[in-house]
């Protein structure tokens, strides 16, 4: 027998043995074999024996190594100690434990699985004024709700926060400054339009334009409410040069100002006024005409779209429109439209 077949023979031996194990077709006996001897005995080759894995072990130990000692001649004796690694193991056992078998817990046999009670049916969301479409109520407030005489307090600090900002730093350098709010801290309804445009970005205050003026004509004309009554912010706090749309990554940088003046003001409604505010806070982009006179939520606000000021500018007929979503949600706020 050539001297170099002997360990790996015994090496391929016990490499079959595992095979069969996994494949479910032996049942070994637990026997960890790490060492082998060979003993070269001149005019008879190799002889070898398996011995099992000692308590304790000192030297290196490599998986996969392979360490030789050897013996005072005549009586050369090789020692090779191989640990019985699998090629997808991650590592070796530590000496002492059991040698773990590849797939042994593909041949376990599974637990009886028991007879699945049958599903409770989830509680029934609450109450909404009509059917909730897009339902973002799963985003919990963090905090418990803001008593009102604290919020002007926090919003002032957060408004500063803002003032500094340079997250955008495009729209940092280019702007006049943040146009952070407009209204009460305590207001019922808050709406959310897009972002500054140049009246805004000149005067610091949102809806301020041609468009700002129409949204006033809205909530003081068609809703009976003054402005100050309302609060309104927008998704970005800075201009976007050339008033193009926010970009994603702008709105992301954003987004979690918009969040806490959310949270602070905690109104009873949200009306989103474009797609853009749209999109950003009910993360969709189902066209604005299928969202239209539904009820979303978001974190557990009621909420409602309708075109944006701006548009309606552009699109008269669409104020028709408009005045279905308002009186939508006049509805659900208990207000009458004035009687002039
Ligand atoms: S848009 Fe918002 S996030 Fe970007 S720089 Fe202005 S305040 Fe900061």
Same mark, same amino acid.
């Given at each position: 027998m050539p001297e170099s077949n002997s360990s790996d023979d015994l090496a391929q031996l016990l490499a079959h043995l595992e095979s069969l194990k996994r494949a479910g077709l032996a049942d070994l006996p637990r026997v960890t074999i790490t060492e082998v001897a060979v003993e070269v005995v001149p005019g008879h080759g190799v002889q070898g024996l398996a011995r099992e894995r000692p308590e304790s072990v000192s030297g290196d130990r490599t998986a996969g190594a392979v360490a030789m000692r050897q013996s005072n001649p005549p009586d050369i004796r090789e020692i090779a100690t191989r640990?019985?690694?699998?090629?997808?193991?991650p590592s070796a056992p530590e000496i002492g434990q059991e040698a773990a078998l590849p797939g042994m817990a593909d041949i376990k046999p599974k637990p009886a699985v028991p007879n699945r009670p049958k599903a409770t049916p989830a509680p029934k969301v609450?109450?909404?004024?009509?059917a909730s479409f897009? +339902?973002? %109520?799963?985003?919990?407030?963090?905090?418990p709700v803001v008593p009102p005489d604290r919020r002007p307090e926090l919003l002032r600090v957060l408004a500063e926060e803002v003032a500094a900002c340079t997250r955008c730093p495009h729209l940092a350098a280019t702007r006049t400054q943040t146009v952070f709010q407009s209204g009460?801290?305590?207001?019922r309804l808050m709406f959310i339009g897009e972002a500054p445009g140049a009246d805004e970005d000149r005067?610091?205050?949102?809806?301020?334009g041609r468009a700002g003026q129409l949204l006033t004509d809205i909530v003081?004309?068609?809703?009976?409410? +003054?402005? %100050?009554?309302i609060y309104i912010a927008n998704i970005l706090k800075c201009r976007p040069p050339e008033n193009r749309n926010p970009l994603p990554d702008e709105m992301a940088n954003c987004r979690g100002f918009l969040d806490r003046q959310i949270e602070i003001v905690r109104p009873e409604f949200l009306c989103l006024l474009g797609k853009v505010a749209v999109g950003a806070i009910l993360q969709t982009s189902v066209p604005m005409k299928t969202l239209r006179q539904r009820w979303h939520r978001y974190r557990e606000i009621p909420t409602i779209v309708t075109w944006h000021p701006a548009y309606l500018l552009r699109n008269p007929p669409a104020k028709k429109e408009t005045w279905e979503d308002i009186k939508m949600l006049m509805a659900e706020m208990g207000l009458k439209p004035p009687k002039s």
């Amino acid at each position: 027998m050539p001297e170099s077949n002997s360990s790996d023979d015994l090496a391929q031996l016990l490499a079959h043995l595992e095979s069969l194990k996994r494949a479910g077709l032996a049942d070994l006996p637990r026997v960890t074999i790490t060492e082998v001897a060979v003993e070269v005995v001149p005019g008879h080759g190799v002889q070898g024996l398996a011995r099992e894995r000692p308590e304790s072990v000192s030297g290196d130990r490599t998986a996969g190594a392979v360490a030789m000692r050897q013996s005072n001649p005549p009586d050369i004796r090789e020692i090779a100690t191989r640990e019985i690694a699998t090629p997808n193991e991650p590592s070796a056992p530590e000496i002492g434990q059991e040698a773990a078998l590849p797939g042994m817990a593909d041949i376990k046999p599974k637990p009886a699985v028991p007879n699945r009670p049958k599903a409770t049916p989830a509680p029934k969301v609450a109450a909404m004024p009509v059917a909730s479409f897009f +339902d973002q %109520s799963r985003v919990p407030f963090e905090n418990p709700v803001v008593p009102p005489d604290r919020r002007p307090e926090l919003l002032r600090v957060l408004a500063e926060e803002v003032a500094a900002c340079t997250r955008c730093p495009h729209l940092a350098a280019t702007r006049t400054q943040t146009v952070f709010q407009s209204g009460t801290p305590s207001a019922r309804l808050m709406f959310i339009g897009e972002a500054p445009g140049a009246d805004e970005d000149r005067l610091g205050e949102p809806f301020v334009g041609r468009a700002g003026q129409l949204l006033t004509d809205i909530v003081s004309k068609g809703m009976g409410l +003054d402005r %100050s009554e309302i609060y309104i912010a927008n998704i970005l706090k800075c201009r976007p040069p050339e008033n193009r749309n926010p970009l994603p990554d702008e709105m992301a940088n954003c987004r979690g100002f918009l969040d806490r003046q959310i949270e602070i003001v905690r109104p009873e409604f949200l009306c989103l006024l474009g797609k853009v505010a749209v999109g950003a806070i009910l993360q969709t982009s189902v066209p604005m005409k299928t969202l239209r006179q539904r009820w979303h939520r978001y974190r557990e606000i009621p909420t409602i779209v309708t075109w944006h000021p701006a548009y309606l500018l552009r699109n008269p007929p669409a104020k028709k429109e408009t005045w279905e979503d308002i009186k939508m949600l006049m509805a659900e706020m208990g207000l009458k439209p004035p009687k002039s």
